[in-house]
Nanobody
Framework: QVKLVESGGGLVQPGGSLVLYCEVSGFALNYARIGWFRQAPGKEREGVACISPNGSSRNYLDSVKGRFRISRDNAKSMVYLQAADLKPEDTAVYYC??????????????????????WGQGTQVTVSS
């Protein structure tokens, strides 16, 4: 059974940082392109970051470039999203998602949510003073 579980969200002050974790099971992570998405209240779910199966291709939403970094450890079945210099507009539920069907599985351009087959339940990130 394919499963993705996010953790690491919480309340953080503007300018602060945190790390989001995505633990996967039920499939070999080294075959999957992984995306981080977010959805704020009343807004569409948007792609934030993407990493290819071997990590050679990464891409980011323009508004988070230079502040967020996606990484993965296939041996540990883990994907990470390091978020720094957080802003109130980063407040959202953050989801990780796996794409097991695309080829090539690079991240340029940043792939749309329709490409991703499996999703986690999300973790809330709130940036507020």
């Amino acid at each position: 059974q394919v499963k993705l579980v996010e953790s690491g969200g919480g309340l953080v002050q503007p300018g602060g940082s945190l790390v989001l974790y995505c633990e996967v099971s039920g499939f070999a992570l080294n075959y999957a392109r992984i995306g981080w998405f977010r959805q704020a209240p009343g807004k569409e779910r948007e792609g934030v970051a993407c990493i290819s199966p071997n990590g050679s291709s990464r891409n980011y939403l323009d508004s988070v470039k230079g502040r967020f970094r996606i990484s993965r450890d296939n041996a540990k079945s883990m994907v990470y999203l390091q978020a720094a210099d957080l802003k109130p507009e980063d407040t959202a539920v953050y989801y990780c998602a796996a794409d097991l069907g695309s080829y090539p599985a690079n991240c340029a351009p940043l792939p749309q949510k329709g490409h991703f087959n499996y999703w986690g339940q999300g973790t809330q990130v709130t940036v507020s003073s």
